[in-house]
């Protein structure tokens, strides 16, 4: 949708992930290592563009690197949210008790289909992309659980953040991201995975509305 609107669009994949091995052994940097080996490779600076933990990703990136901007993409929250662990946790009790009993949150998974595609995403295509789901690596979820501030270096650059209604994110969590690196924040009427909801377009649309805006030439 982007290349055939004239941009040079990169698509990578981390280390770990796919048909690789031993995915616990990586972390946030081991990420941000990989995106900078993309980074190296390309005539320009790029815009950066971060779906989920890859919104993490992306934060921790442009600490130490340079980019013409990013795009937030429905950001795995830092903060905590007592209340709605809370209600996780009467929701789905036994996905919880193993969660916790286990120490991995990748048990979690499966009831995340709730919350990963919007209700009027088809069934056969949410039990599909479900199939192709892989869990992450327990290190990354434990270094974002160290992070306290997501702009430590007080970057600044243009940056968008697409927050999914659906999510059940605070919208004080998303507002808070957005002052960390004036950003601008906008909410969509979808689910977490907001390209695989059927108002995909709707998305990638107002992220072009931003580039132009913004009027840099590359998207990563």
Same mark, same amino acid.
């Given at each position: ?23 616990? &052994?990586?972390?946030?940097?081991? @990420?941000?290592?990989?995106?900078? &080996? ?24 442009? &600490? ?5 901007? #990013?795009? #937030? ?33 990748? @048990? ?47 970057? &600044? =650059? ?18 808070? =991201?957005?002052?960390? @690196? ?39």
């Amino acid at each position: 949708y982007f290349s055939a609107r004239g941009f040079d669009v990169h698509a990578l994949s981390l280390r770990g992930h796919g048909n690789s091995d031993e995915l616990d &052994q990586w972390g946030l940097a081991d @990420y941000c290592d990989d995106v900078a &080996q993309v980074c190296n490779l390309l005539s320009k600076r790029p815009i950066l563009v971060g779906h989920s933990i890859g919104a993490v990703i992306a934060q921790q990136f442009v &600490q130490n690197h340079q980019v013409e901007a #990013m795009v #937030m993409i429905a950001p795995t929250p830092l903060a905590s949210m007592p209340l709605e662990k809370l209600r996780w946790a009467f929701r789905f009790p036994l996905t919880t008790a193993k969660m916790i009993i286990f120490h991995d949150i990748n @048990y979690t998974l499966p009831a995340l289909r709730h919350l990963f595609f919007s209700s009027d995403t088809p069934r056969d295509q949410i039990n599909l992309w479900m199939s192709r789901m892989q869990r992450e690596s327990n290190r990354v979820f434990r270094d974002i659980a160290q992070i306290r501030n997501a702009n430590p270096g007080s970057v &600044q =650059l243009p940056a968008l953040i697409l927050a999914a209604e659906q999510d059940r994110i605070p919208l004080r969590i998303n507002e808070r =991201l957005a002052r960390s @690196y004036s950003a601008e924040l906008q909410t969509l009427p979808v689910a977490h995975d907001v390209m695989l909801t059927p108002q995909w377009q709707m998305a990638a649309d107002r992220i072009l509305e931003w580039i132009t805006k913004i009027n840099t030439p590359i998207v990563v």
